[in-house]
Nanobody, 124 residues
Framework: VQLQASGGGLVQPGGSLRLSCVASGRTFSSWAMGWFRQAPGEERQFVAVISWNGDYTDYADFVKGRFTISRDNAKNTVYLQMNSLKPEDTAVYYC??????????????????WGQGTLVTVSS
C-alpha cells in the first residue's frame, strides 16, 4: 500500500487549499482514512477521519467548520478541503489508512499506512 499526498503550499490567512491523497491497493474502498498534521517541534495530531463509505466523519475541534474531509472510492482518493486557514494551521499534513477500522480513529497507532506528507504554510 502506498499513499501519495499532494496539494500543499503557501497560502495567506483566510485562504483555502485542497489536499489530495491517492492510495494504491484494490481495497481502498474498505478502509477508513484519516488526515493528521505535525507542526515543527510538536507531536503529530489528529485532524479528520472518514469512514470507508463516507457516511461518518469526525474532526478535531480546532478545524470544525473550516475543514471538510471527503473521498472518492472510484479514484482511490481522499480529500481535505481547508478553508479560512490560520497561521496556526501551518504544518506538514499526512494522510493515513486504517485498514481494519470501520469508522476510523483519532489515534495514530490505529493507522497502518502513512503518506509522505505535504507542507501547508499559512502566512502573509
Amino acid at each position: 500500500v502506498q499513499l501519495q499526498a499532494s496539494g500543499g503550499g503557501l497560502v495567506q490567512p483566510g485562504g483555502s487549499l485542497r489536499l489530495s491523497c491517492v492510495a494504491s491497493g484494490r481495497t481502498f474502498s474498505s478502509w477508513a482514512m484519516g488526515w493528521f498534521r505535525q507542526a515543527p517541534g510538536e507531536e503529530r495530531q489528529f485532524v479528520a477521519v472518514i469512514s470507508w463509505n463516507g457516511d461518518y466523519t469526525d474532526y478535531a475541534d480546532f478545524v470544525k467548520g473550516r475543514f471538510t474531509i471527503s473521498r472518492d472510492n472510484a479514484k482511490n482518493t481522499v480529500y481535505l478541503q481547508m478553508n479560512s486557514l490560520k497561521p496556526e494551521d501551518t504544518a506538514v499534513y499526512y494522510c493515513a489508512a486504517d485498514t481494519y477500522g470501520v469508522e476510523g480513529s483519532r489515534e495514530n497507532i490505529d493507522y497502518e499506512y502513512w503518506g509522505q506528507g505535504t507542507l501547508v504554510t499559512v502566512s502573509s
